[in-house]
């Protein structure tokens, strides 16, 4: 065939040119690093802002799953339940196997390049990368809030497809100011997709972008079941008009959301009142976190209205340390944040370990020095 | 910003040129048709490879799964067990929410050509096209099997970067010639990857490539839980050198893999002695149904070593809608191959209803003639 190396010995054909992987694969994976997601055994796990809460009793639901059985593709359950909780129509609505497959598929639709403020949530950067596209962040001004002369010039120069806005901001915790956000969206109307990323929304004050939806045609939102109990299961959204939905439809592979977690999310989503209950749980006790925090010397926490809390201490690597120590896991910001952490908000008893912990630590701290 | 035509009024923002989606979006993606996973109400559903046997049982260990954490990104214990039963090791073998986000991966990662010789598992295409990337059809030869001397010269014309051999193959059921798919492996070794779609294996009487993983580096070979009672779940496998693993990673999104599926596949495939109990099953009624299909004037099933059997009637769209009115649901191969259909192996129960169905279907069109 291609090549008059190949020989055949005995039952086997041999080519005595081996692949050279590094060589062969596309040189913007290659100069990619894989997502590091490992695991730090710990006592109390504050670092991935997921909930404290579960959701035990949905399981009896699976009982009903046939798993032999494909999914169902168009998770028909799961969006009527969305769309009426939202005012929407399912029609508006794209299942994700979480918000990570949506931006991939956005990206694989609609290409790059990819611009969005810094620091905010790595995907959008790495997913941009992977599929071959220019990422592009620009830094946030002050108080963590869009620059919004930075930010149009940066779309004037580099005509952006896509622009991703994380608000509430990971990992920040601030919403945008939404007259930033609205201004970028209707200055790019015809000229880039403004994904307005809503999973920490259930935390905010702010109402959102869904009342948005009609008055922008280049609007697209993003929501998540991961930060309100559910970031085992996998399940995200995006939210669009009906023709954007349409093209991203196209490049989502048929089955990408499995029937257990399409179960277990629509049995949770009935389940309302809990679902409030956790949240407002969660909202409170960032308040009690925060109030704490400023309280503590040496530490200087960032107003939050996500279910997590940034905030800057003296000695990062050793507060990071010394928590862990304590058995106390928080997400370490290094190159994206110097000199800050961020904890995720947990159980009152969760968050009360956690406090004590950093004073501790940084009163230690203090009497080194 | 960006355009003069952007003003505020009151506290909104409005431009006057809204987005075109369709003139907007990527003319590959533009082109493509969303898959179509239509649900079609049946009594008896054979159309879409599953497995007809599932595991209950299963789901008492997802008591244990705690829904409100992100799931294990490297699905640490499922690797470990597939690694065990398959005699590789763990790092040889990525994870994927079903095979289709496995073949997204590969193409992201490596780019097309993609070649595949047809008719097979549409994906293939699918996907490439999805990703922007060529996909290239090569006609199978006699018998369904490949055909070498085109497949070598479409493989020095077009340089593939990824060939897809799906072996048993989907829809045709049988597996290609081994020689055939060693002397295209070794032929390409240094230039395309070969990845040998083994969904269909454990139905087969062939032993498949798993044996050979470690002489050849351009080998990826493709597992599903799909075909054996897990189609539920969503989980494919891509095993193969490390280093060609490791590049396929960077591109995998950190949580491909939900929690609820891991536990239960990692359950289910504790059980080997129901697992392989199913499976003996469904080839020995396969058989049976081959037998009793021959039996049918103007039916021709061909050999399978698959959980399916394609076969050809007379006057096809009668004998599907036929069947359909019997509540008897199986996969019409319009444009995939002519004048054929492809049943799934059910319980024996189901295989009755079906071939009773299609007797009476197939007389009724005689006796009308």
Redesign the interface.
């Given at each position: 065939?291609?090549?008059g190396l190949?020989v055949?010995i005995g039952?086997?054909?041999?080519?005595f040119?081996?692949?050279?992987?590094?060589k062969?694969?596309?040189p913007n994976?290659?100069s990619?690093?894989?997502?590091q997601?490992k695991?730090i055994s710990c006592r109390v796990?504050l670092d991935?802002n997921?909930?404290?809460?579960?959701?035990?009793d949905?399981?009896t639901v699976?009982?009903s799953?046939?798993?032999?059985?494909?999914?169902?593709?168009?998770a028909t359950m799961l969006k009527r339940l969305l769309a009426k909780e939202w005012g929407i129509r399912p029609a508006n609505i794209l299942q994700g196997?979480?918000s990570?497959?949506l931006i991939?598929y956005l990206i694989?639709?609609?290409?790059g390049p990819v611009l969005y403020p810094v620091p905010t949530f790595s995907?959008y950067g790495i997913?941009a990368q992977?599929?071959g596209e220019k990422g592009i962040g620009i830094p946030l001004g002050t108080d963590f809030d869009l620059d919004g002369s930075r930010m149009?010039g940066a779309?004037?120069r580099e005509k952006p497809?896509i622009i991703f806005l994380s608000s509430p901001n990971n990992p920040t915790g601030n919403c945008f100011s939404s007259?930033k956000m609205?201004?970028?969206?209707?200055?790019?109307?015809?000229?880039s997709?403004v994904v307005v990323d809503e999973a920490y929304h259930p935390f905010a004050s702010e109402k959102g972008f869904l009342p948005m939806l009609g008055?922008y045609?280049?609007l697209v939102i993003m929501r998540t079941l991961?930060k309100i109990?559910?970031?085992?299961?996998?399940v995200g959204f995006l939210i669009a008009?009906g023709?954007?939905i349409?093209?991203v439809?196209?490049?989502?592979?048929?089955?990408?959301l499995?029937?257990?977690?399409q179960a277990?999310a629509a049995e949770v989503m009935q389940h309302k009142a809990e679902l409030r209950q956790h949240i407002r749980a969660i909202v409170r006790e960032r308040e009690k976190v925060f109030a704490e925090l400023s309280n503590v010397e040496g530490v200087a926490p960032y107003p939050s209205e996500a279910n997590f809390i940034l905030f800057r201490v003296e000695d990062v690597d050793r507060v990071y340390q010394g928590l862990l120590g304590e058995g106390v896991l928080v997400r370490h910001m290094k190159g994206v944040v110097e000199g800050c952490l961020r904890v995720t908000i947990g159980t009152p008893e969760e968050n009360r370990i956690f406090l004590r912990a950093l004073k501790k630590v940084v009163r230690s701290e203090k009497e080194d020095k």
């Open positions: 065939m291609q090549s190949t055949r039952e086997l054909w041999y080519n040119f081996a692949m050279n992987v590094k062969f694969v596309k994976i290659y990619l690093t894989a997502y997601a695991e796990k991935a997921e909930s404290p809460y579960g959701f035990a949905g399981y699976l009982k799953v046939k798993t032999n059985r494909y999914p169902d593709p168009e196997n979480g990570d497959e991939y694989t639709a609609f290409g995907m997913i992977a599929l149009a779309i004037r497809k007259e609205l201004q970028i969206i209707a200055s790019t109307s015809s000229k997709l008055d045609r280049n991961s109990g559910l970031a085992g299961l996998r008009s023709e954007i349409e093209e439809n196209k490049v989502r592979l048929p089955f990408n499995n029937a257990l977690s277990v």
